[in-house]
């Protein structure tokens, strides 16, 4: 009980964290959604800085408050920083790439948010968002490998998608994490 009670304080200090990648999230959808036509080297460059960004909030989140179950958070924001690192070291490597850098990512993200959504299930209400926001992410991770061969409109149209309804849930988990926040830890 100790680590979930320590996973779920770490989550409800920096929920504030949970709030800024959704609204992270929200901003990227909205610029695939209006700039369909981009070409696929900006999609790439944009989606790196977008997973290293995510990925740097969520281990700096882990990192910052070091508990017994910091690890876990950990992995989550390399995975990120390790996808986005590779996607801008290496954007000419092409769309097939690019899905298999997404998919993978995304698969692997969403994992590991339904194994910290299961060890938090008897330590908060709400967990459902975060493992709804896991299985959004391995769908999303599932259809780009079953459809390498959509046009890079359908893909920035897609992962735009993805990350308006995944920034909608990490908004809706950063309030519930706020709500079991100490009023010291909630910014004034």
């Known amino acids: 009980m100790a680590v979930t009670a320590t996973l779920t304080e770490t989550l409800a200090r920096?929920?504030?964290?949970?709030?800024?990648?959704?609204?992270?999230?929200?901003?990227?959808?909205?610029?695939?959604?209006?700039?369909?036509?981009?070409t696929l080297a900006s999609?790439?460059?944009l989606f790196g800085a977008f997973a290293l960004a995510d990925g740097v909030l969520a281990a700096w989140s882990?990192?910052?408050t070091r508990r017994e179950d910091w690890g876990l958070l950990l992995l989550w924001g390399l995975v990120?920083?390790?996808a986005g690192l590779l996607?801008?070291?290496?954007?000419?490597?092409?769309?097939?790439?690019l899905l298999i850098y997404v998919a993978t990512w995304a698969i692997a993200t969403g994992a590991l948010e339904?194994?910290?959504?299961?060890?938090?299930?008897?330590?908060?209400?709400?967990?459902?968002?975060l493992v709804a926001g896991g299985l959004t992410s391995i769908i999303?991770?599932?259809?780009?490998?079953?459809?390498?061969?959509?046009?890079?409109?359908?893909?920035?149209?897609?992962?735009?998608?993805?990350?308006?309804?995944?920034?909608?849930?990490?908004?809706?988990?950063?309030?519930e994490m706020r709500s079991f926040a100490r009023p010291e830890a909630l910014p004034s």
Do not use: C, D, H, N
């Open 114 to 129: 339904i194994a910290a959504a299961l060890r938090l299930r008897k330590e908060i209400e709400g967990e459902w968002l």
């Open 140 to 175: 999303f991770g599932v259809v780009l490998l079953l459809r390498p061969g959509v046009g890079a409109v359908a893909i920035a149209w897609l992962i735009g998608a993805y990350a308006m309804v995944y920034g909608a849930i990490l908004i809706a988990l950063s309030f």
């Open 62 to 64: 882990a990192i910052a």
């Open 43 to 45: 999609l790439v460059l």
């Open 14 to 38: 920096k929920w504030w964290v949970l709030l800024l990648r959704g609204v992270l999230a929200t901003l990227f959808a909205l610029f695939a959604f209006l700039q369909p036509g981009m």
């Open 80 to 82: 990120g920083i390790a």
């Open 87 to 97: 996607t801008l070291v290496a954007p000419v490597v092409g769309a097939f790439a």
